[in-house]
């Protein structure tokens, strides 16, 4: 029996009492928690003594929404991350075909620039990437469009005569007819998904790298939040080759990937060599700072009414609701704006048959105080990206004006109204940093230094909560997760301070010590 007992720090339990002076864990799980005096003196001859020195022990994370395998993908990319101008997107590329030397038809993808952030403040176009001869694609930091040079359109078939998809836009010259590279929403998705990928050994190493990136962020068990066949398949193969360390919850898109449920239902709702699949995942709608968000009322600068635009018919989504209720599984609908929440409100109220399968609003950013009520009583749950406080606040109330932009991720009023609520970064968009957004949940502070709705922000314990507790709730597993307890899995992390204890502006400078997982030291910082 592999016992191990922590001492000589804090405990913070997130439990009543709250803290504690001693964990002791035996083979995975959670065994007692309690005194200094009283744990050690239970200890054994072949006992672990792990001293933390002043350190704080919590329960460890829990990613409620994020892409795994394409966090992993990106590890291959040419990333474009704080990039401020066309000129900048250039000179990456080039160093990255100088130093990698593509063949002749291999693709080259970058991913991270944000439009809001170039000095020419618009979407590069095909003319930017013409110069490359082989097939280059530009990805978003939202990951919700992109741009492709001419080569790459060619490559997949897209010409003038294209039309758009349902729920997406080819971009398009002054003439209207002629793909200028630019493709959004499913335009963008369906399009990206055909291109050729790494080796499959090639993406499980990517995937190894991605489990360390959450590990050095406290987190324990991770998400795959639109898992298409592709990402399955490397998932499964991973778990079949016992080379998964995080947990890995795997949602499935609808309509298109369903087949994955009836296919491995030993995965549905349990754990496979840490591998399970969660529900199902749609999308309904785009992203508020691509100006895709489906809202009740226009963007603020939009003359000719322009409310972004659903990707789904409210028929359509009734039958998804249906659909995951027939099969018992939970589903996760991605909404930004308060008409999507809408449409996902109302189809779950229709189809609810009182099973509860804990239906997730995923973003929620711009959900209003009356949808909330209603999800409340409905017994849904809101997964917001709090981060968009800092990272898009000031875009946000560009985009939306003062009232409504000052109030995304309405994170107390979802309190108010007896709402679930859990926090996540949607990796890759951005990186995992759960510390990060405990200060944005706190703080609500954006870039320029602008408060975003004093009366939104939350306590500290309440912003861990959306990331421990709850976050297991959210996955059904809040009586294996989410708190030190006896009985539960001993996924913990280590911090250097305790968060409850410091300034709320300082939560994003703590440091992740250790991360822990059935009591395994999976990451640690070399003191």
């Known amino acids: 029996m592999d016992t191990t007992i922590y001492y000589n720090g804090t405990i913070l339990t997130m439990e009543e009492p709250l803290y504690a002076e001693a964990v002791l864990v035996e083979d995975g799980v959670i065994r007692k928690v309690g005194g200094r005096e009283e744990i050690l003196s239970g200890k054994g001859a072949n006992t672990e003594l792990v001293d933390l020195h002043g350190a704080v022990l919590l329960p460890a994370f829990l990613d409620p929404h994020s892409h795994i395998t394409a ?36 693709w080259v993808t970058a991913f991270g620039y944000d439009h809001n952030d170039l000095k020419e403040n618009r979407h590069p176009d095909k003319s930017l ?4 001869p082989f097939p280059v694609v ?7 469009m992109g741009v492709m040079n001419r080569a790459g359109l060619q490559a997949l078939g897209i010409t003038s005569e294209t039309p758009d998809p349902e729920g997406g836009v080819i971009g398009r010259g002054s003439d209207y007819g002629e793909p200028n590279g630019y493709l959004e929403e499913t335009a963008f998705t369906g399009y990206t998904a055909k291109i050729p ?26 998400q795959d939040g639109f898992t298409k066949e592709a990402e399955w398949k490397l998932l499964h193969c991973l ?22 449920v009836s296919q491995y239902p030993s995965y549905c709702r349990n754990y496979q060599n840490h591998l399970k699949i969660g529900g ?39 039958s998804f609701m249906r659909q995951a209720l027939q099969d018992h599984m939970q589903i996760l609908a ?50 917001f990206f709090v981060a968009h406080t800092y990272y898009w606040g000031d875009v946000h109330v560009k985009n939306f004006g003062e009232a409504r932009g000052t109030a995304i991720s309405p994170v107390r009023s979802a309190i108010d109204n007896g709402v679930v609520y859990t926090f996540h970064q949607d990796t890759p968009v951005i990186q995992p940093n759960m510390l990060e957004t405990l200060w944005c949940a706190a703080n609500r502070v954006s870039k320029n230094g602008y408060i975003l709705g004093e009366g939104q922000k939350v306590t500290v314990l309440e912003a861990l909560k959306g990331v421990t507790l709850y976050a297991a709730y959210q996955y059904f597993e809040e009586h294996e997760k989410g708190s030190i307890r006896p009985g539960k899995r ?35 910082v070399k003191r």
């Open 71 to 106: 966090l992993a993908q990106t590890l291959g990319l040419v990333h474009l991350n704080g990039c401020k101008s066309f000129q900048e997107i250039v000179q990456r590329l080039d160093a990255f075909v100088e130093r990698t030397k593509p063949a002749p038809g291999q």
């Open 129 to 132: 990437l013409d110069k490359y």
């Open 138 to 144: 530009v990805t978003h930091a939202s990951g919700h």
């Open 197 to 222: 990928q790494p080796s499959l050994e090639i993406r499980m190493h990517q995937m190894e790298q991605a489990q360390d990136i959450y590990l050095k962020n406290g987190i324990a068990t991770a």
């Open 239 to 260: 778990a079949e080759q016992n080379r998964l360390k995080l947990d890995v919850v795997a949602y499935p898109d609808l309509p298109d990937n369903r087949k994955i």
């Open 280 to 318: 199902y995942k749609v999308f309904l709608d785009g992203s508020p700072q691509g100006r895709t968000a489906w809202m009740s009322q226009p963007y603020e600068d939009a003359p000719d009414g322009y409310c972004g635009y659903p990707v789904h018919s409210d028929a359509e989504v009734c």
């Open 334 to 383: 991605h909404c930004n704006g308060d008409a999507a929440a809408q449409q996902m409100i109302d189809a779950y109220e229709r189809e609810m048959t009182g099973e509860d399968i804990r239906p997730v609003m995923i973003h929620a950013q711009l959900v209003r105080p009356d949808q909330l009520a209603r999800m409340g009583r409905l017994g849904m749950i809101a997964s």
């Open 490 to 524: 001993a996924d913990m992390v280590i911090l250097d301070r305790d968060p409850l204890q410091v300034d709320p502006q300082e939560l994003r400078n703590l440091r992740v010590l250790a991360t822990i997982k059935d009591g395994k030291t999976l990451y640690e």
